[in-house]
């Protein structure tokens, strides 16, 4: 008797590796939102507004790349990236992080989403310790999980990771291998890490020999006060390993992220990338490397804040004045976005789909996807980055409408 291709599948699914059985797709699904209606209102993915993008200039980069260089182009070049590039990014991160770096210190990956999968691939075997904020950035999560780490969380406070929760679980887990931190416009929670805490976390993973994932791709979108040292400047002993991108600030669908780490580190991640993709394509990075030539990405990178700015400050204002008093925020001074806190008893992946987006025509993140554990159930994330003024307040009006008439029936 002939087997039915939804039973033929099945069958063939026992073949799969036992990393393909983890669920990560739910994860991630989410940070897209769903289907609202025309007046619908989506505070869920985190985009950069597409009318920033510096189209022209790109579209001139990539000619000059392709006269530059000719058909050589496209044949097959070095894994790491071109030197060029390599090299005006070490000057960037000396300039914008204080990070002291060459050409030899940086890899050039396809978007920072794959800086962060090869850096758990070097890393991870199948139950190590992995310490992570909570919340963290679920695409991290959605990495990890691939390589079957165990996670400790370490709570978050008003100017970033818990450091003193993480010494605690330090002396108790001394083997811990990788700390994970986004310390700049933390995703999804929008806080920054302190200096006194970056210097202190470096003390502690020279003290307890671990390696510091610092992920800032938003550390260029400050709308106020002033920047502060990345955490790998503080680093003597190549134990940060510093991961970025021009997703937020040029264009994500170039997919150009990088890395930058001791000479070690990066010659196995290069080696790991080889036998990922053998490299990124050579004429989106020439082309890259054109437009940093070309034009001031500082000035371009200044011409956006403004909109940030504003969308920021508008959804904080949203948020004063019309959230119940229930419910907590966070103030962030740049990023992409901002964190909401319920009571406890509410479980906002529930409201989220039998309330707020049907009713109200909006959609945010659930909190649930960013905690390794997924075990907290009553925090938001809301993104201001892809919408206006006007419809962030509409949006906010209505969100808080929906959370008002539903949340207080549960306290």
Avoid at 39 to 55: E, V
Avoid at 128 to 134: F, G, K, L, P, S
Wanted: hydrophobic share 40%; aromatic share 8%.
């Amino acid at each position: 008797m002939a087997t039915s291709k939804r039973e033929e599948a099945t069958v063939m699914s026992e073949l799969f590796a036992d990393r393909a059985a983890i669920g990560t797709e739910s994860r991630l699904a989410q940070l897209f939102g769903g289907q609202l209606g025309p007046d619908g209102i989506k505070f869920s993915a985190g985009n950069p507004n597409p009318d920033l993008f510096p189209t022209a200039q790109m579209q001139n980069a990539f000619n000059t790349a392709i006269d530059t260089a000719g058909n050589h182009l496209f044949e097959y070049q070095e894994v790491a990236g071109p030197v060029h590039l390599r090299q005006q990014l070490a000057n960037r991160v000396h300039q914008t992080a204080g990070i002291n770096a060459t050409a030899d210190n940086v890899l050039v990956t396809q978007g920072g989403q794959q800086a962060i999968d090869l850096v758990a691939k070097l890393l991870l075997d199948t139950g190590d310790e992995v310490a992570v904020e909570t919340p963290t950035y679920v695409g991290a999560l959605a990495s990890f999980d691939q390589y079957g780490p165990t996670y400790l969380d370490v709570p978050m406070e008003d100017d970033g990771m818990d450091v003193d929760a993480l010494t605690s679980l330090l002396k108790t887990h001394p083997n811990i291998k990788l700390v994970y931190t986004v310390p700049d416009f933390h995703n999804p929670t929008g806080v920054t890490m302190s200096v006194a805490k970056r210097k202190r976390l470096v003390e502690l993973a020279e003290e307890y020999h671990f390696y510091i994932l610092e992920d800032t791709p938003y550390r260029d979108l400050r709308y106020h006060g002033h920047s502060l040292p990345a955490i790998k400047s503080f680093d003597r002993h190549g134990r940060v390993i510093f991961i970025s991108s021009f997703s937020k600030i040029l264009m994500p669908g170039l997919r150009t992220g990088w890395v930058v780490a001791d000479e070690m580190v990066i010659n196995k991640l290069r080696q790991l990338k080889e036998t990922s993709d053998l490299e990124s394509p050579a004429i989106m990075l020439h082309a890259v490397s054109a437009f940093l030539d070309n034009n001031d990405l500082n000035q371009h990178v200044a011409n956006m804040l403004t909109t940030y700015r504003n969308r920021l400050d508008a959804m904080l204002n949203a948020l004063t004045e019309f959230m119940p008093d229930t419910v907590k925020f966070t103030r962030p001074d740049g990023g992409f976005f901002v964190w909401l806190t319920l009571p406890e008893n509410v479980d906002t992946q529930a409201l989220l789909q039998d309330v707020v987006m049907p009713q109200a025509h909006i959609s945010y993140v659930p909190g649930q996807v960013f905690f390794a554990h997924q075990n907290v159930h009553n925090g938001l994330r809301l993104n201001f980055s892809g919408v206006d003024e006007q419809q962030i307040t509409a949006g906010i009006q209505r969100l808080a409408t929906a959370l008002t008439e539903n949340t207080v029936k549960v306290q």
